[in-house]
């Protein structure tokens, strides 16, 4: 788009949170499941299958397609803005035709492609234009998840009970398109960026040779595992509460806290090491949570737990990043 400043905010920040405010929604599937299960007549537990396709999809595309994300950006988005989009809208048609196989097909593969390439499209370019603040762009990046869940939750809930669960889809779908699209054009690698065609010194194989690497894998198959699993439950976990201000609360504290907590946090991270954020955060937890009686503040324990190995997890992504930047992988 020509005559639009050239500058990071425009043509990384910018399209980053557009594309990432729109597959972000894949995390409020959790207050999706029981009006699709009840609109189809099967059980939740058939309906969460896609949700767990759509993330399988999401990381295998991005494994396996990182390669056209390296080669041309602007094809990477486009193709994720079309999946998305796509499949968002085949999902409420599958709805409508009570096709469960049809929503794991659209929900799970066609839209899991998108988020994994609209994904690594915008990391990509923020990591170019913020090459002396990887940190700052790695939290640009994630917020754009938290703050999708923030935004769309009582969106969808006021669709669903307007114009029900079928047409929901269709108008979301529609508004992401024009959203993501919109991000599709506005990204832009910095000018004069070339790729590195050189050989590296070091082979995708010894990267798994390599402890730092192996334990970091773990960590992050860890933290993911135990965030999805919270993640996809949420609705159903809230709904025991007695309390209004406990799911409010459980809410913002899922959506806010991911949105906001990236861009600060990452720089204490700097300053005190992994490690230490882990252990600082676990103990406070521990220690607020540990003198409250009641089973719901237990819960909130174990959701600060998970905060804290998401922290960790955060703190190292920038330096994986560097530590391999130079490896010739198709990642």
Not at 95 to 120: N, P
Not at 182 to 188: A, F, N, P, Q, R
């Amino acid at each position: 788009m020509k005559g639009l400043p050239n500058n990071k905010w425009v043509r990384a920040a910018i399209p980053a949170l557009l594309l990432h405010c729109s597959i972000g929604t894949v995390y409020c599937w959790s207050l999706l499941k029981s009006d699709i299960a009840e609109y189809l007549g099967r059980s939740k537990g058939e309906v969460e299958w896609a949700f767990s396709i759509a993330i399988f999809f999401l990381g295998m595309s991005a494994a396996f397609a990182g390669r056209i994300v390296e080669k041309d950006i602007h094809k990477s988005s486009l193709i994720a803005t079309i999946c998305f989009s796509a499949g968002f809208a085949g999902t409420g048609l599958c709805v409508h035709f009570k096709s469960l196989i049809g929503i794991y097909l659209c929900y799970g593969v066609i839209m899991g492609i998108g988020l994994g390439l609209g994904y690594l499209s915008p990391v990509k370019t923020l990591m170019l234009w913020f090459s002396e603040q990887k940190g700052l762009a790695t939290g640009l990046a994630v917020a754009g998840f938290g703050l999708a869940k923030v935004i769309a939750s009582p969106i969808m809930t006021a669709l669903i009970g307007a114009v029900g669960i079928v047409n929901m889809f269709y108008v979301l779908a529609a508004a992401y398109f024009v959203m993501m699209f919109l991000g599709h054009l506005l990204l832009k690698k910095p000018d004069g960026w070339v790729e590195d065609q050189g050989e590296s010194a070091t082979k995708v194989s010894d990267i798994f040779k390599n402890p730092t690497f192996i334990g970091t894998w773990l960590m992050f198959y860890i933290n993911i595992t135990c965030g999805l699993a919270l993640i996809s439950q949420e609705g159903t976990a809230v709904s025991v509460f007695e309390h209004k201000s406990i799911i409010f609360f459980f809410c913002l504290e899922s959506g806010v806290n991911r949105e906001y907590d990236n861009i600060p946090f990452i720089t204490v991270s700097r300053l005190l090491k992994a490690k230490n954020n882990f252990i600082t955060e676990l103990v406070a937890s521990f220690i607020v949570h540990i003198f409250h009686e009641d089973t719901q503040f237990l819960v909130f324990f174990l959701f600060h737990f998970f905060r804290c190995i998401t922290h960790f997890y955060r703190s190292i992504q920038y330096g994986l990043a560097e530590r391999f930047a130079n490896v010739a992988c198709p990642v």
